[in-house]
């Protein structure tokens, strides 16, 4: 079974930075897509980025330039480091592990909270 933990969501200002990290355990390979979603209050959940090995990531548009993710294989980690963050990115992040063919390999964390406010 494969379990998903969110870290390093909080409250930021605008204008500041964090960085998410998840760390999968169980037996992710390097083939899944790992991927960032967020969902914010009275919103559907949207994808901000995702990442397979050996692919560019892609990014919702919002968050081109400002938010980077990452991932290490061998610590089974991905990130997502958030700068210049802005009021509208306050949503619950949640990381997801999909794998390309077996769709019933797909995978959630618990979610944690990003909060922009002044």
């Known amino acids: 079974q494969v379990q998903l933990v969110e870290s390093g969501g909080g409250l930021v200002q605008p204008g500041g930075s964090l960085r998410l990290s998840c760390a999968a355990s169980?037996?992710?390979?390097?083939?899944?897509?790992m991927g960032w979603y967020r969902q914010a209050p009275g919103k559907q959940r949207e994808l901000v980025a995702a990442?397979?090995?050996?692919?560019?990531?892609n990014y919702v548009d919002s968050v081109k330039g400002r938010f980077t993710i990452s991932r290490d294989n061998a610590k089974n980690t991905v990130y997502l480091q958030m700068n210049s963050l802005k009021f509208e990115d306050t949503a619950v992040y949640y990381c997801?592990?999909?794998?390309?063919?077996?769709?019933?390999?797909?995978?959630w964390g618990q979610g944690t909270q990003v909060t922009v406010a002044s």
């Open positions: 169980g037996s992710i390979s390097s083939l899944y897509r």
């Open positions: 997801n592990a999909a794998h390309p063919w077996m769709v019933a390999k797909n995978y």
């Open positions: 990442i397979t090995s050996g692919d560019s990531p």
